[in-house]
């Protein structure tokens, strides 16, 4: 079974950083793109970011390149979400999915097959 899970998310400061991570598993890890989404109370979800695997060069949703980064350890199955200089408005429910995919992945999320639970992630003013 296809299985994705997310963890590193918690309680932090305004101004800190946190490492998100998506550890996966049922699949052939390579031959997909990983996508990370949020989605905060009351709020849609909104795209964060991905990466594939033809060159792990992630794309983002602007301007969420400017605090976060993704990369992806393919020898882990995992992939990461730095989170720095973390606001207030950050705090929400971050879900990675994946797609088979190959090239430029997509940002949106009604185009991945499997998602994870999520991690809440909290930023105090």
């Known amino acids: 079974d296809v299985q994705l899970v997310e963890s590193g998310g918690g309680l932090v400061q305004a101004g800190g950083s946190l490492r998100l991570s998506c550890a996966a598993s049922?699949?052939?890890?390579?031959?997909?793109?990983i996508g990370w989404f949020r989605q905060a109370p009351g709020k849609e979800r909104e795209g964060i970011s991905c990466i594939s695997d033809s060159n792990s060069r992630p794309y983002y949703v602007i301007p969420m390149n400017e605090r976060f980064t993704t990369s992806r350890d393919n020898a882990k199955n995992t992939v990461y979400l730095q989170m720095n200089n973390l606001k207030p408005e950050d705090t929400a429910v971050y879900f990675c999915a994946a797609l088979p995919f190959e090239g430029s992945c997509p940002l949106r999320g009604h185009e991945y097959d499997y998602w994870g639970q999520g991690t809440q992630v909290t930023v105090s003013s």
């Open positions: 049922g699949f052939t890890f390579d031959d997909y793109a």
